[in-house]
């Protein structure tokens, strides 16, 4: 038998995998928190333009380039300030370019390039069973309230919470809003 997670916590589409996860292996977790889940991840029936360019990059030899180019210095830090604030701290910088480089970690990014990291979360979410929280920020344009209230409407288990003055990177923006948010769910 498979060791039961008290509160597993899983951010933008790591969110939707832990969602999967949850929704397969119930017995598994007794809590879920989802931080600004990838709410369009999956639901494009045809690939994106930028898709379709790294998957035929990737066919006609170009092997390591678009991995190269994506995983700059300057492209994680203008990605980082898209994100939110905090996201594009040195130490958050330095920590993205480290792992963007460990090895393998090019298989991660292609595959987040290729879109074969997209679940569509929305399948997901109403066959989780455990408590659910689902976090966003309340700067985050990606995920408005309304589209996130859209959200936990389809899990009778979800609670939301939208953190004041954060954005996509609700952690990060505001540490001390996200854990008290964090601790209250768990406590209940």
């Known amino acids: 038998m498979s060791p039961r997670v008290s509160a597993a ?6 969110a939707n995998v832990a969602a999967r ?8 977790f007794e809590r879920l928190a989802l931080v600004s889940p ?5 639901m494009r029936l045809d690939p994106t333009a930028g898709q379709t ?7 006609t030899s170009l092997g390591m380039l678009p991995y190269a180019l994506f995983s ?14 905090g996201a594009a701290s040195e130490d958050a910088l330095d920590h993205q370019y480290a792992s963007a480089h460990q090895f393998g970690g090019q298989y991660a990014l292609l595959a987040l390039m290729t879109g074969e990291l997209d679940l569509p979360i929305q399948n997901e ?13 309340e700067r985050d344009t ?3 309230r309304n589209v996130m209230e ?31 948010a964090f601790k209250a769910w768990v406590e209940r």
């Open 53 to 59: 360019v790294v998957r035929t990059a990737q066919r």
């Open 125 to 137: 979410l109403p066959l989780v069973q455990p408590p659910l929280l689902l976090l966003a920020g």
């Open 38 to 42: 990838e709410i369009d991840a999956g």
């Open 72 to 85: 700059m210095r300057p492209l994680l830090r203008r990605l980082a300030l898209e994100r939110a604030d």
């Open 142 to 144: 990606r995920r408005p």
């Open 21 to 28: 996860a949850a929704s397969d292996e119930p017995d598994l």
């Open 150 to 180: 859209d959200l936990a409407i389809l899990n009778p288990y979800a609670e939301l919470e939208i953190i004041p003055a954060a954005g996509a990177s609700v952690f990060e923006d505001q540490p001390l809003r996200f854990l008290a």
């Open 9 to 14: 916590t899983a951010s933008d589409r790591a």
